[in-house]
C-alpha cells in the first residue's frame, strides 16, 4: 500500500475502538485481580511482582481504590 492508498475509515475506526476495549477489560482485570490479592493478604511488593510493575505504582495506581472499598491495607506480609 502506497501513502496514497488510504484504508477505509471505518477499519481503522474499528481497530482502535477493538484496542479502546481491550485496554478497558485490562484494566477491569487488573482492578480486581489487585483487590482479591489485597483481601487475600498479599503484600504490595508480591501484587508488584506478579503485574511486572514497580511497588510504588502498584500502590500509586490502586491504594484510593481499595481504601475506599474499605480494605485493610495496613496488615501485609513480605
Known amino acids: 500500500m502506497t501513502s496514497r492508498e ?3 475509515m471505518g477499519d481503522i475506526a ?4 477493538a484496542v479502546l476495549a481491550l485496554r478497558t477489560m485490562a484494566d477491569t482485570l ?4 489487585v483487590e ?6 498479599w503484600s ?3 501484587v508488584a511482582e506478579a503485574l511486572g510493575v514497580t511497588r510504588q ?4 495506581k490502586h491504594s484510593a481504590r481499595l481504601i475506599a472499598a474499605d480494605i ?7
Open 57 to 60: 505504582a502498584v500502590h500509586k
Open 6 to 8: 488510504r484504508q477505509p
Open 36 to 41: 482479591r490479592a489485597m483481601r487475600a493478604g
Open 72 to 78: 485493610d491495607l495496613r496488615r501485609r506480609h513480605a
Open 14 to 17: 474499528n481497530d482502535l475502538a
Open 44 to 46: 504490595w511488593s508480591e
Open 30 to 33: 487488573e482492578d480486581a485481580g
